[in-house]
């Protein structure tokens, strides 16, 4: 709100001096400024305060985002057994039991390899979607109204899984897969994750393919170059930026989902998300506890900042090429 | 690549076929199964939701529904200053706070509840900066209560507000206020009259989704509640799985999709889905 408040006292002198000089003179106003001063300070100071506190509000947001992350990195270096935050001593030592302990490493690798076969199934079959949508959607004016139902009754269906709430897709899921006995079964977490993730990577890979142009793929074909040698050397390589960005927003989305997983999760089903959830409910932290945490919790900020940085470096490519 | 209509329906069919076979199907399924449709003991019933309604399920549900409202409040009190601040910096600041923003969203949400069990604890940083402050003499019991849920959802739902007032907040042309501020408007007249028409939207839609985000969670509930705050998904979780009833489970979660369901037809009229694609495409595109 101090935005205004600047502009309007800066509108506010400009209307009080352009008069002053052109018409009233300088004598009246002389009179007056000590009231006007007073009555600037007073602006001032309710300008600052009100800086001050959105400042205060700005810091206060940043350390509720990022102080639960700093707690279980510092609290998995502390040297005692349970996970306490200032620490006490510095080892890495729980890092280095978490690395060990080969309980991790069975729900983490079921964790990465349902995320990914989820991620890139989804990918193809969002780009399958895409293309069609496309076509009806270009078109649409010159043939039937029914394509126009068509097109909106696919896009509400393929958003649908994120509007409802998670934990009513994982009962629906759950009800069925036990009706057909595939409860507790690997295929059952991927079917959920494939649903799971759709909208996401739906939208971005439409937002991808939307860099491929239509008339690019049509000068392709006019130039007698096949519909898979078109999709294979223009489409693709175009859109790839989108669909990159889908798959790995797919994939660290699916990875770390946890409400679905434990209500599907099974004695051979458990991902890591769900292992650490049941660990830390079922017994007080311990601190290779909290290392896994941590580990998981680097990781997300390296893959951010890795992405962020091959974001610049990508756009800085493309502004020189 | 494809030409006519058909082909094109060929090219959407396998999309279609996964979303109605695995999420449509279950999903209606649930939904009728609530209502006793293909029970053979009892028939078309409403019964499930009446035991539902009359027990302390009920509770629950209002428990739901003042943390939601709660956490609602402290995202938009808290999201729309920081969005604010957002739109008014540039370059590597702005890129940190965007970050900041982006950090809740990608990690796994065990990992923050991790971080606020080991914060709010008897013996944790907060009760610790309280003693020292000498506001408090003894440790608050701060776990395990609808405060320490509040905190840790509203810490993990901040940005949905956040992210879409910032861009609001940097869509206002500045020389509306000019023209305000030359016509003789105050200040408050001018955020009553400008600010807040101009990103209503996007306060709605960023409220909205926090609304069913919050209604919904179930692993930080389930973490900071320790088993003595009862939410509507932990509900629905002991009395599926724990009690393995799942009647009354699937009537509770369609009562739990109704409750969402109904504020955000009434929040946003525009349709959720415009602002959920403007969210996720959004990091990308700044």
Known sequence: MSYHSVEAARQRRNNDQSPTVTE??????????????????????????????????????????IGPLIVVIGASMTETAYAVFPPQG?????????IRDSDYYGPGLLSFGISIVSAAIDTTIAISLGLGLEVVTRRRISVKRHHGIFISTVRVLA????????????VALLTVFISLGLDGSVVSILVAHIILIFPFIFVLVEAGLANAPDHMRRSAESLGASATKTFWHITLPLARTGIGAAFAIGFVISIGEVTVDVFLQGPNTVTLPVYLFNAVNDSPLTSDLSAASGIIAVGTVGLMLAAAISLAVLRRSSKTG | VVKRFHQAVVACSPAIIVIVATFLVPIVKLLSGSFGVGDAKEGLTLGYFRDVLTGSQL???????????????????????????????????????????????????????????????????INDLLAALRITKEPIDMLYTPAALIA?????????????????????????YRAAASLGAARTRMAVSITLPLIRGALLSGASIVYALCMSAY??????????????????????????????????SVI?????????????????????AGYITKPKGQ
Not at chain 2, 155 to 172: K, Y
């Open chain 1, 24 to 65: 009233r003179g300088r004598s009246p106003r002389r009179e007056r400024s000590n009231w006007a001063t007073l009555a600037r300070l007073a602006i001032s100071v309710a300008i600052w305060l009100q800086r001050a506190a959105i400042l205060l509000v700005g810091f206060a947001v940043a350390l509720m985002l």
């Open chain 1, 90 to 98: 510095l080892t890495w030592h729980w890092y280095a039991m978490a």
């Open chain 1, 159 to 170: 958003l649908s899984p994120v509007m409802f709430p998670r934990i009513v897709t994982a």
């Open chain 2, 59 to 125: 509770d629950h549900l209002l428990v739901s529904l003042r943390i939601s409202v709660s956490v609602l409040a402290i995202c938009i009190s808290i999201g729309t200053p920081y969005g604010w601040m957002m739109s008014r910096t540039r370059g590597a600041r702005r890129g940190a706070m965007l970050g900041i923003l982006l950090l809740p969203i990608l990690s796994s949400e065990i990992v923050i509840a991790t971080g606020w069990l080991i914060m709010l604890g008897r013996n944790g940083v």
């Open chain 2, 152 to 176: 840790g959802l509203s810490a993990l739902l901040v940005p949905f507000v956040a992210l879409p007032t910032s861009t609001a907040f940097a869509g206002i042309d500045s020389n509306i």
């Open chain 2, 219 to 252: 692993a930080i509930p389930t973490i900071l509640g320790g088993g003595r705050v009862f939410t509507m998904p932990v509900d629905i979780y002991s009395k599926y799985l724990v009690l393995y009833d799942p009647m009354v489970g699937g009537a509770l």
């Open chain 2, 256 to 276: 739990l999709l109704i409750a969402v369901a109904v504020p955000l037809a009434l929040f946003s009229r525009g349709g959720t889905t415009g602002t959920l």
